[in-house]
């Protein structure tokens, strides 16, 4: 159950090695030390995650996750409600390759829209119908502000996150009165392995700052936010602005 | 889901959606036979807390009130679970009775007041409600009923009281009464400057009294730290009434007059207005009074004369945090309240009350010692706050009132309730598919 302070006792990890899921454990481990699980595929990164967060002093298990095997979610997803109560899974698996090849390469754009849409939109009915059933828990979707208007620099990442915003945004609605809910998070620029060697944009934040915001968003129940906070400012003049001015931009 | 509902407790904190059904007598039974793998809890009126009347994905049973039978003879009266003790006054007091315990309002039924083995004012001298049952009706999860009581199954009996509605469904109650002349009190009032006065002032007389509170000021600090107003009531007896008492010998407690607006502007609840609130309040208090007389809804409820006043702490809700520092470490008070001073959390007038003895029950929160509860509004910083005082209170062999609780961390349990065992084992035997279930339940895996 979640808390009156918003404090899980189980987490779901959905992409469970994404610098950001961890961060997120490990932003709750020295509070309310939840159960957590990390979904990921087997292999040398999830060993390190699993070894970090027990090291935390956490309870944690691993399971095998394929986000673009869409047909193996059902049963995960279900074992998985079966065996605890999912306080608050975390939607936290994404790619994000080299622009230029993804939109010219035609299985790095199947790839991406894979991922990062169809896989998504994949758990979030699974996890859709665990939260309806148990009467209360929070999907934390991580999106992007590359969704939120997309931008000729990298729009098979931006339109894949766009469609996933989109997708949970809904599901939130279509849960309300449930029990459970839908927070989505819109980070900017985050310096992660995900965005290792490219230039940092403006207003840039680490995976520990987008943990710390959604401990907080899941703590007064908020359905949406920007990480940072001012982002949400700046993204509402940019979804305004004329698209002959938008392309001219250097963003 | 069309007949599903979001539940809170009275702190509008942690919301959870559950099947809701009105626990009319042939219902009982019925819902707990065929319940589904979430179980089925019990709720009152939502007067609690937390969500220890909340059941996630599951069914809860809302109050059927029933019906009231008063035996002159033998002082008693059998009375319908879901009936509430504003009900329940207002039938016993024309009739020159009181219930033995009541707790800071009457919008309670009798069966989530057993459930949380309710205390009063009067916790010093006449202990909790537990203490004044004859029997109970309960319907066990296997859709049984039986009856119990101090002298039959007093295991099973113990365990429900205090229970928190997981050993059964209490239908109906018999109470032993307190015989009153009036519907009046005869009310003692003083305001003292700081803790050791008012814990002085409370241990020199609480013998002499039948009821007793202090209303602390959390925002005091230095010198000033724990300043209080005590104030202490006896029934009032016929030949003390004056002025319009004696023309309205028994006031009947009444529905709300007024009532909280549904929204509120945000922060209404913060240091600077809480910090003027309660320096008023202080203020207002005269230094010393002797013999007003009051109305038992005023002594006893004061907060009911505004209906939903849990709104006012806005849509993050608020938490109330009650514990008890067990004889001889009422030491320890002093330590509490500087950190609740020094972290300034806006907490309106805190409750300060000295328990007498517990009773029997596994899971009954008073025992001999100091009690404070307090009022704080959810937000940033009460997670740092919070477990500073779990820590004075496990060290100090203390406990918080699971009735009120929506926070406390699992693994503080066992040290707060050493006799949780044997909870269990009536637990293991009553329910040992865990048909009675609550956000609670499963929160602190009870």
């Not at chain 2, 101090?150 to 009996?157: F, V």
């Not at chain 2, 005269?286 to 013999?291: G, I, L, V």
Request: glycine share 12%; net charge neutral; aromatic share 6%.
């Amino acid at each position: 159950m979640i808390n009156a302070l918003g404090q899980p006792q189980s987490l779901l990890l959905l992409g469970g090695t994404s610098d950001i899921a961890v961060a997120i454990a490990r932003a709750w481990a020295g509070t309310c030390r939840p159960h957590v699980t990390v979904a990921a595929r087997p292999g040398a990164r999830r060993d390190a995650v699993v070894e970090e967060l027990a090291g935390l002093g956490l309870e944690v298990v691993a399971v095998d996750f394929d986000a673009e095997d869409t047909d193996s979610h059902p049963a995960l997803i279900e074992r998985l409600a079966g065996e605890r109560d999912i306080d608050v899974a975390v939607v936290a698996f994404g790619v994000l390759g080299d622009e230029e090849t993804a939109w010219q390469d035609h299985a790095s754009a199947v790839h991406h829209a894979r991922v990062n849409y169809l896989g998504a939109v994949s758990v979030g009915v699974c996890l859709g119908q665990v939260v309806r059933r148990q009467g209360h828990g929070v999907i934390v979707a991580l999106s992007s502000v590359a969704g939120e208007r997309v931008r000729r620099s990298n729009f098979v990442y931006g339109s894949s996150k766009a469609g996933l915003d989109g997708f949970y945004l809904g599901l939130g609605e279509a849960l309300r009165g449930s029990g459970g809910s839908v927070l989505v998070v819109r980070p900017g620029f985050v310096r992660t392995k995900m965005t290792e060697g490219r230039e940092p944009a403006p207003l840039s934040v680490t995976a520990d700052d987008v943990a710390q915001a959604v401990v907080a968003g899941v703590a007064r129940h908020a359905e949406l936010i920007w990480v940072p906070a001012p982002l949400r400012v700046v993204m509402s003049g940019l979804r305004h602005v004329p698209r002959a001015m938008f392309r001219r931009l250097p963003v | 889901m069309s007949d599903r509902e979001l539940l809170t407790g009275w702190g509008c904190t942690a919301a959870t959606a559950a099947r809701v059904v009105r626990a009319t007598p042939d219902r009982v039974a019925e819902e707990l036979r065929t319940a589904g793998s979430r179980g089925v809890i019990a709720r009152g009126l939502g007067r609690s807390y937390g969500d220890v009347a909340q059941n996630a994905g599951g069914v809860v049973l809302l109050p059927a009130p029933g019906s009231v039978r008063i035996d002159h003879e033998t002082q008693q009266v059998t009375v319908g679970a879901g009936t509430s003790l504003h009900d329940l006054m207002r039938v016993l007091l024309p009739e020159g009775y009181f219930v033995p315990v009541t707790p800071g309002t009457r919008f309670v039924t009798l069966g989530g007041a057993i459930a949380c083995d309710v205390h009063g004012k009067n916790h010093h001298r006449a202990g909790s409600l537990g203490d004044h049952v004859v029997s109970l009706d309960l319907v066990l999860p296997d859709g049984s009923a039986v009856t119990v009581g101090p002298q039959q199954d007093p295991d099973l009996y113990w365990a429900t009281v205090g229970g928190l509605g997981l050993t059964g469904i209490v239908t109906s109650v018999v109470l032993s009464l307190l015989r009153v002349e009036s519907g009046w009190m005869r009310v003692d009032t003083d305001r003292l400057p700081d803790l050791d006065a008012v814990m002085d002032a409370i241990t020199a007389s609480d013998r002499d009294t039948t009821y007793s509170v202090a209303w602390i000021d959390t925002l005091a600090r230095g010198r000033a730290l724990g300043r209080s107003v005590l104030t202490r009531g006896e029934h009032a007896r016929w030949e003390e009434l004056t002025g319009r008492a004696v023309r309205e010998p028994v006031p009947l407690p009444g529905d709300p007059r007024l009532g909280a607006p549904g929204l509120v502007p945000p922060h209404l609840v913060s240091r600077p207005t809480v910090r003027a609130f309660n320096e008023l309040w202080f203020r207002k208090a005269p230094r010393q009074r002797k013999d007003e007389l009051q109305t038992i809804a005023s002594f006893f409820h004061p907060l009911d004369g505004v209906a939903h006043w849990n709104r006012l702490y806005g849509r993050q809700g608020f938490l109330q945090y009650q514990c008890v520092l067990p004889d001889p470490e009422g030491g320890r008070l002093a330590r509490i309240l500087e950190r609740i001073s020094a972290a300034g959390h806006a907490s309106f007038l805190a409750v300060l009350k000295r328990f007498g003895p517990g009773n029997p029950g596994p899971l009954s929160f008073p025992t001999v010692g100091w009690t404070l509860a307090l009022d704080l509004p959810v937000g940033a910083g009460l997670v740092p706050l919070l477990a500073e005082l779990d820590r004075e209170v496990v060290g100090a062999g203390g406990r918080i009132y699971l009735a009120k609780d929506s926070r406390l961390p699992g693994a503080l349990l066992e040290q707060m309730y050493p006799r949780l065992d044997e909870f269990r084992a009536v637990r293991a035997r009553v329910d040992p598919t865990g048909v009675l279930r609550s956000d609670l339940s499963r929160r602190l895996d009870l």
